[in-house]
């Protein structure tokens, strides 16, 4: 089989090797330069000339051209042609391959088959070659990638290194913890230069060290080594001209990429919060002695109200000791009966002021306390109890005072007065029942002359328990003067209280009042009148009791009369 190669640029024939020019009968001279299209068949040459066109703008799969090509001698020359495209003399051309295909067919089978073989291979190879140029391509890019991901990491961490208030460092976990780098931050921290520390060219990190922190420094990272956990510590250096500063220091032991075992760590100046820290911790101390001395009783909750501390004043109070106080919750101190009360914390949470509460101590024995707290930022509750009860007593004892009759012990006249104006008042403008009662003692002035003003104080407050013991939760009793007292009955009518009256009066008479080796009997009598709507004030309803009082002395004495209309010219209703 003959096969030659030739290149054709601008459709001439530019180059043709001796093998096909004697193949096509011409010599190659007679070839060169002349358009290829004067070679071809008529039939073939439009499909020639179109699969050249095609190949020279970049189409790559053109395949076998089949075609007949004149040959010198005369007749035509069956070929098989496929090109590429090569540059050739700076401008692109088309190579051909020109293979002679007069041959017989069962050859030109083989060849066809072998050629395919090969093609098939060439195509596996090529698609192989070009698989591994993408990976190369693809591994190029994730490299490319990976490089510049780990320059812009390192670029941070140093920018972030030299920005921090200390040092980064690796060394040798040796005696004087030789160090193999340390970023730039050891300048500010130790007062050297990086040349210093590095092989412990100048000085090794260990000599920084303070002496007394020393050999706590070497135990704390030996232990933490030999555990495989980091290691954090705070201590003592001495930097560049004997300045003492307090750092802290956090570390692992690794392993270097030579294999070395190293540390790796940060070093850190914390001389400012060790000295913050030493000032608080003093003033803690200052405020827990001030505390623990106070007089007042002061207490720590957490947020639900559990003690969690107390002072020695506050176990004292509360008669119980400090370790049974600590876990108690603040509400259970409170008496059974003051539970029904809003919880003491809950107050102290609303911002009030103070509770007050009954607290029962350990002892059993009951104060009344006055607990004052606020609401710390963590949530726990400080406050302060102080002991009140004294001091309610004589309130209480004051209120009595002012309130009431020293001798019987009733109301006196200003406060039963004032209750009857504010009783009139209330059934004036809301409606309802009210009766009110006048009464003294039969013969008083008798018995102060006869047996002495002893005897008439005596018969006085005999009178007054009397009272006490027979009217209602809700009645007002109070001494008016001298032998004379003033009843409400609110909710109550005159012939209601006739029944409480009449049992007042039959106490006393049947009561021997004893005055020593003598005894005496006593009577009194009593006015009662109903609160009506003709009455244009409190003065006509005391008015008309007063005219019913007057009515059951000039009786006999020694009874109960009810004021009644029509009034007549008895009760003066005029403004």
């Not at 070395?260 to 760590?265: A, N």
């Not at 400080?382 to 012990?409: F, S």
């Not at 006593?522 to 007063?546: C, E, Q």
């Amino acid at each position: 089989m003959n096969t030659g190669v030739c290149i054709a640029q601008d459709e001439k024939i530019v180059m043709i090797n001796q093998r096909l020019a004697d193949a096509l009968g011409y010599g190659s001279e007679e070839i060169v330069g002349r358009p290829f299209a004067e070679f071809f068949a008529v039939d073939d040459l439009k499909r020639v000339r179109e699969a050249y066109r095609r190949h020279m703008s970049g189409e790559r799969e053109i395949g076998l051209v089949e075609a007949k090509v004149r040959h010198g001698a005369g007749g035509l020359v069956p070929i098989e042609m496929n090109g590429s495209i090569v540059n050739y003399h700076g401008k692109p051309a088309e190579m051909v391959i020109v293979h002679d295909t007069t041959i017989s067919g069962a050859e030109r089978q083989r060849l066809l088959e072998k050629q395919d073989a090969l093609e098939a291979v060439a195509a596996r190879r090529t698609e192989e070659l070009r698989a591994v140029l993408r990976e190369l391509r693809e591994e190029n890019v994730r490299r490319e990638a990976a490089e510049k991901n780990l320059r812009e990491s390192s670029q941070r961490i140093e920018a972030i290194l030299r920005h921090l208030p200390g040092m980064a460092y690796r060394c040798l976990n040796d005696r004087p913890w030789t160090m193999i780098y340390v970023s730039d931050g050891v300048l500010n921290l130790t007062g050297h230069p990086d040349v210093d520390l590095i092989d412990n060219k100048a000085v090794s990190y260990a000599q920084l060290i303070h002496p007394d922190d020393r050999e706590k420094v070497w135990q704390t990272v030996q232990e933490a080594t030999a555990n495989e956990r980091p290691f954090e510590m705070t201590y003592r250096i001495r930097a560049a001209g004997g300045a003492e500063k307090w750092v802290w220091e956090q570390g692992r032991a690794m392993i270097d990429a030579d294999g070395t075992p190293i540390l790796s760590g940060f070093i850190m100046d914390v001389t400012d919060r060790v000295n913050a820290e030493r000032v608080v911790k003093e003033s803690e101390e200052r405020y827990r002695l001030l505390v623990a001395q106070a007089a007042d009783a002061i207490f720590l909750t957490d947020a639900e109200g559990r003690i969690v501390e107390c002072n020695v004043s506050c176990a004292r109070l509360l008669s119980y000791p400090i370790r049974e106080l600590t876990g108690m919750l603040l509400d259970d101190l409170a008496t059974p009966d003051e539970h029904y009360q809003e919880s003491i914390v809950r107050c102290i949470e609303r911002g009030e002021r103070c509770a007050v509460r009954r607290l029962m101590r350990r002892d059993g024995t009951i104060i009344v306390a006055e607990v004052n707290g606020r609401v710390l930022t963590n949530g726990f509750i400080q406050g302060i109890i102080r002991d009140v009860t004294e001091q309610r007593r004589k309130e209480r004892a004051l209120r009595q005072v002012a309130t009431h009759d020293r001798l019987t012990g009733l109301f006196n006249r200003g406060h039963v007065m004032e209750r009857f104006e504010r009783e009139f008042g209330r059934v004036a403008n809301a409606g309802g029942r009210l009766c009110v009662c006048l009464c003294d003692l039969d013969e008083f002035k008798n018995i102060n002359d006869t047996h002495g003003h002893r005897a008439g104080d005596h018969a006085l407050s005999s009178f007054a328990q009397i009272v006490r013991r027979c009217i209602r939760p809700s009645d007002v009793a109070g001494r008016y003067g001298g032998d004379e007292f003033l009843m409400l009955f609110p909710d109550l009518w005159s012939d209601e209280a006739l029944l409480i009256t009449e049992r007042i009066r039959r106490s006393l008479e049947d009561q021997e009042i004893s005055l020593g080796s003598a005894s005496i009997r006593v009577t009194a009598s009593f006015g009662l009148a109903d609160i009506h709507p003709k009455y244009r004030g409190s003065r006509h309803l005391f008015d008309a009791a007063d005219r019913a009082l007057y009515l059951a002395k000039n009786s006999g004495r020694n009874r109960s009369v009810t004021f009644l209309p029509p009034w007549g010219r008895d009760l003066d209703l005029s403004e």
